[in-house]
């Protein structure tokens, strides 16, 4: 059942299927390889994953199955920055296929992540980003000790300009998934340093940055939704290459009873 929030005057949301409604989806397909998830809470977008898993979150309230039928899973209680600093993935030589990053909503932590997350990708990998389509100003405050009571994007939105801008030449799909879009990153360059260079002038320049100063129609101007349904109808073909075929998956041979 769709979700009915109210509108604010001039936001366009997104209004297509649920974000964790095509991550569930995607899911049930063919694995990947190795799928990273950064910012967890109760494991509701990763318990459906069947690939090799890696989830980061500093406080996990997880009270299900998330094991189900993956070949392997690495849970991290840390924060991502702390995890990256642990050289894990570069000591299992991990290629991430797919990651999804929904950690801290401050938008300098959000850029954190995708530059240490790139750096570790297939450059045929995708990256998957929630919450950069807020859809009133409130949720939109870096103010962490006064939160709205209901959704908080934080403000990552600002992470469309910021990549529009440092890095031209990635691909950016903004998929119409309720309630704050999911932004999929693609054309991955894992050896760039762009963003990494210019980290500290980006923040300087952003931080104070509200988006009633930038302009909602300015922000909408960086992007069109993308129907998710209709990604998930016509079968996810932008996944179709990082999809492991089912007999490479890992599968016990013999369980005992
Ligand atoms: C919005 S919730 C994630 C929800 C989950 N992905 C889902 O869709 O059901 C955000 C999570 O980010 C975690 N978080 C906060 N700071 C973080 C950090 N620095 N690194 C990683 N995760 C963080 C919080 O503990 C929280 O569980």
Not at 212 to 229: I, N
């Amino acid at each position: 059942m769709a979700q009915t929030l109210p509108v604010e005057s001039g936001f366009r949301p997104a209004a297509g299927m649920i974000y964790a409604r095509y991550l569930k989806s995607l899911h049930q397909g063919a694995p990947f390889d190795w799928y990273l998830e950064i910012g967890c809470r109760k494991g509701n977008t990763f318990a459906g994953s069947r690939s090799k898993t890696i989830a980061v979150d500093p406080y996990f309230q997880v009270d299900q199955n998330v094991i189900t039928q993956k070949p392997a899973l690495h849970v991290f209680q840390q924060t991502s920055d702390d995890f990256f600093a642990s050289g894990f993935l570069k000591a299992i030589k991990a290629k991430l296929s797919f990651s999804f990053l929904d950690g801290m909503h401050l938008f300098e932590f959000l850029l954190r992540d995708i530059i240490n997350t790139e750096a570790h990708s297939r450059a045929d990998g995708i990256i998957a980003l929630h919450d950069c389509i807020p859809f009133d100003h409130a949720m939109t405050t870096r103010d962490l000790d006064n939160l709205p009571s209901r959704a908080w994007t934080g403000d990552v939105w600002k992470i469309l300009p910021i990549l529009r801008q440092y890095r031209p030449k990635m691909q950016i799909d903004v998929l119409d998934c309720q309630p704050s879009g999911l932004v999929l990153l693609s054309g991955l360059k894992p050896s760039d340093k762009s963003l990494s260079k210019a980290y500290d002038q980006i923040v300087a320049d952003w931080a104070d940055v509200t988006l009633q100063d930038y302009g909602l129609d300015r922000f909408y101007d960086q992007f069109e939704f993308v129907d998710a349904r209709a990604d998930r109808i016509g079968g996810f073909q932008r996944f179709s290459h990082l999809r492991l075929d089912e007999t490479e998956a890992t599968r016990p041979e013999y369980i005992t009873p």
